[in-house]
Nanobody, 123 residues
Framework: QVQLVESGGGLVQAGGSLRLSCAVS????????MRWYRQAPGTGTQRELVAWISSSGNTVYVDSVKGRFAISRDNAKNMVYLQMNSLKSEDTAIYYC???????????????WGQGTQVTVSS
């Protein structure tokens, strides 16, 4: 099994910064794409893909966070980060990390999720 634990969320004023971390542990042979999603209040169970990073470091962002957020990863530590700058009230959400991982060379690629961390931006 693979476990993901997010940290770094909290309450911040608009214009401030936070850095989210996600630690991946367990039966890991390899990790592929690592992603950050968010679920805003009042959106039910709908989660928005915020950013993702490939194993080689290529990154993609949703338009609303381009220029403000930066995703990075540390392959040696099995960590993924989300640096969030110039935060806005509309960034308020629960942030989840998700990874594609294999437990062995011949195992299938599976997706794993963390439990989420709350980010609240006050205006």
């Amino acid at each position: 099994q693979v476990q993901l634990v997010e940290s770094g969320g909290g309450l911040v004023q608009a214009g401030g910064s936070l850095r989210l971390s996600c630690a991946v542990s367990g039966s890991i042979f390899s990790i592929g794409i690592m992603r950050w999603y968010r679920q805003a209040p009042g959106t039910g169970t709908q989660r928005e893909l915020v950013a993702w990073i490939s194993s080689s470091g290529n990154t993609v962002y949703v338009d609303s966070v381009k220029g403000r957020f930066a995703i990075s990863r540390d392959n040696a530590k099995n960590m993924v980060y989300l640096q969030m700058n110039s935060l806005k009230s509309e960034d308020t959400a629960i942030y989840y990390c998700a990874v594609d991982s294999k437990s062995s060379r011949v195992a299938s690629l599976r997706e794993y999720w963390g439990q989420g961390t709350q980010v609240t931006v006050s205006s």
